[in-house]
């Protein structure tokens, strides 16, 4: 992705933030690794589903939380979308395979990063979904942040 700048963008609406999510995805190059950080509830599922479409992906994108991981095969590149809410110790990453879904073939899309911050390529794409209630319920600040 390497048309992808840095800087926040408002979000209004769900929708909104799945635009936002699609148009990343669009960007997506194989090997692109893009991390999702924010509080329960602040879209970071909406904002994945926006992502997959964007890959030309069709399937239902749901949050792996207690499968770490959900593959879907059936867009331009493929995506691996890991949660890593649940992980204790990084290592358990490398016992599902961590590492082969870095090889290139993919584009990575991983949910709660500082849980396994150690792991995450310094080259990573992050990306931060937060609340400010005071611009509405529905309002998402998102940042994104390469490296």
């Not at 059936?74 to 395979?97: Q, V």
């Amino acid at each position: 992705m390497k048309s992808v700048n840095k800087g926040p963008m408002e979000s209004f609406s769900p929708e909104e933030t799945y635009d936002i999510g699609r148009r990343l995805g669009q960007l997506a190059e194989p090997g692109d690794i893009v991390t999702l950080s924010g509080d329960l509830g602040t879209g970071k599922t909406v904002f994945a589903k926006g992502f997959a479409e964007g890959l030309g992906i069709a399937d239902d994108v749901t949050s792996p939380t207690f499968t770490i991981i959900k593959e879907y095969t059936d867009g331009r590149i493929p995506l691996a979308h890991f949660d890593a809410y649940r992980i204790a110790d990084p290592d358990e990453m490398y016992a599902i395979g961590y590492e082969d879904y870095l090889s290139g073939d993919f584009v990575c899309l991983i949910e709660w990063p500082e849980m396994i911050e150690e792991l995450i390529p310094g080259d990573a794409i992050g990306v931060r979904l937060e609340k400010d209630l005071e611009k509405g319920f529905d309002y998402r600040r998102i940042i994104l942040d390469r490296g």
